[in-house]
């Protein structure tokens, strides 16, 4: 990729994304600048090993059909914290624990344009994260809790089917472990443990 953008030089950086970046859509698209091609590379790169970069394509990915040169300097950036990770990857330790741990979380309305937050979630399993996404949540919350809910409810949907799976594929001395007890989600906010845990709402 660094040789295919003209960047195998350049100074790599550490971070991939400024801090408080809040793009804003471009009146036109400039055409001259590869935007679409840089956004699919590090799309390829994002799903195939490095969920560190799930929240920058979260970030640029809404802006293919509508971009400029702050867009552009930005996803240049992304490429330079490649140059700067390449010998960074995941890896799965044999020893490590069998059993799927998961973590979700969410910010509110950090969409600027339409007020929506953002899901994300991650799941661990032999060590190393297996599944992993940021989502624009399809609805405004109203609230901290409910965008952290929200959350919760699509880092659920990826559990159950990602429980079903390393199931199916599992020895049986594992899947021992697996079914021991039922799986839970890593949550930073009280008010969304709270409302799940109300027997009147569930």
């Keep these: 990729m660094l040789e295919k953008f003209g960047k195998p030089e350049s100074n790599p950086i550490e971070t991939p994304l400024e ?3 809040q793009p804003d859509k471009a009146d ?12 699919g ?9 490095r969920p560190d970069f799930a929240f920058v394509m979260g970030k640029l990915s809404p802006f293919v059909s509508c971009y400029g040169k702050e867009h552009w300097a930005t996803i240049k950036r992304g ?15 044999k020893n490590s624990s069998c059993a799927l741990q998961s973590f979700s979380d969410a910010d509110w309305a950090g969409d600027h344009e339409m007020r929506r937050s953002t899901t994300g979630f991650t799941f661990i399993f032999g060590g190393a994260a297996v599944s992993w996404g940021p989502k624009l949540q399809k609805t405004v ?6 965008a952290e809910y929200m959350a919760l409810c699509e880092a659920r949907k990826e559990a159950v089917w ?3 799976l390393v199931q199916s594929v599992a020895s049986q001395g594992l899947q021992t472990a697996i079914l021991g007890g039922p799986m839970s989600i890593k949550v930073d906010n009280s008010g969304c443990i709270d409302f799940s845990k109300n027997p009147i709402e569930h």
Excluded: H, Q, W
């Design 162 to 164: 990602l429980n079903k």
């Design 19 to 21: 801090v408080d970046l």
């Design 41 to 49: 590379s590090l799309m390829f790169v994002m799903v195939g090993t």
């Design 141 to 146: 919350a109203l609230s901290t809790m409910e």
């Design 79 to 93: 490429l330079l914290y490649v140059k700067g990770s390449i010998d960074k990857g995941l890896v799965f330790d």
């Design 28 to 39: 036109k698209s400039d055409d001259a600048m590869p935007y679409r091609t840089f956004v």
